[in-house]
């Protein structure tokens, strides 16, 4: 876990300078210190960012480490860049990735159980009420798109409320793969407009096809398509295997910084530590 939290921190310290992040040379703590202590808590302690401090103080990898409520304060201020880190990480893979093929699905988040919407004080509304087909499950929360190599490493995602149809998700990704690319998707994914799009950006959308559907599979293509989404469902156990039985937040943007901490650290240790 030590190797492990040192390699996290290298990496992570020369990203930042790579992108040029600016940081105050007055303070004892970095911001990429910060960040590290944060995807610590991802990866071995269920997110909870109390522990990690603890843990990275006690092992003296960071022996100038704040108090709770400043560390806190501290990585909320830099929340954004959780964002910006996974995206240029996930820029690099498809850069170096040998494979053009991608592969797309979502999962729900639940915020709370369902017993108890009505005292849920991050989320209100029935926008984020959602049903999931696959868990045959009502459950109150978001929606993570995810977008992986065929490897499983993510790359790309967005979040939406719950009650959002993955199919209109489709417009809050970016979309930024490489020209030549197959991205895989279950039939809920299903749009010839945006399959047409894509198509002239040369990236093809390969969604399963329903029995009703205007545009027939092969038997082929279908078995493929079947095979392939395995790969990110593997991906999805794994990040929700990092999961407590419940994400511990006090504001709805606190529970938005850990569930893309929990992206980051999966994404990093998938490509780079394993």
């Given at each position: ?27 004892k ?28 103080h ?85 929606k993570?798109?995810?977008i ?32 030549g ?50 790969i ?43």
């Open positions: 876990m030590i190797e492990k939290s040192i390699a996290i921190y290298t990496f992570i310290d020369t990203l930042l300078k790579y992108l040029h992040h600016p940081e105050d040379k007055k303070r703590l970095s911001d990429a210190e910060v960040l590290t202590t944060a995807i610590v808590s991802a990866l071995y302690f269920g997110g909870h960012l109390d522990k990690a401090r603890s843990f990275m006690a092992t003296t990898l960071i022996p100038n480490m704040l108090d709770k409520s400043r560390y806190n304060r501290r990585l909320h201020a830099i929340g954004e860049e959780i964002t910006t880190l996974f995206l240029e990480i996930g820029t690099l893979i498809k850069q170096v990735a040998t494979c053009k093929d991608f592969i797309l699905d979502s999962f729900p988040i639940p915020v709370c159980d369902n017993i108890r919407i009505s005292r849920c004080k991050l989320l209100q509304g029935e926008a984020y009420r959602g049903y999931k087909a696959s868990m045959r499950r009502y459950f109150y929360g978001i993570v798109q995810l992986t190599t065929d490897s499983g490493i993510p790359v790309e995602f967005s979040i939406m409320a719950g009650s959002q149809a993955d199919v209109k998700g489709l417009n809050q990704l970016p979309f930024s793969l490489p020209a690319s197959v991205l895989y998707a279950d039939s809920a994914y299903t749009n010839y407009l945006i399959e047409d799009m894509l198509a002239d950006e040369q990236i093809k959308l390969y969604s399963q096809r329903k029995a009703n559907a205007h545009r027939k599979d092969t038997s082929c293509l279908a078995y493929l398509k079947e095979q392939t989404r395995k990110i469902e593997t991906s999805i156990s794994g990040i929700k295997a990092l999961f407590l039985s419940k994400i511990h937040a006090v504001t709805f943007r606190g529970f938005l910084i850990k569930i893309l901490l929990f992206l980051l650290a999966f994404q990093i240790n998938k490509a780079f530590l394993n």
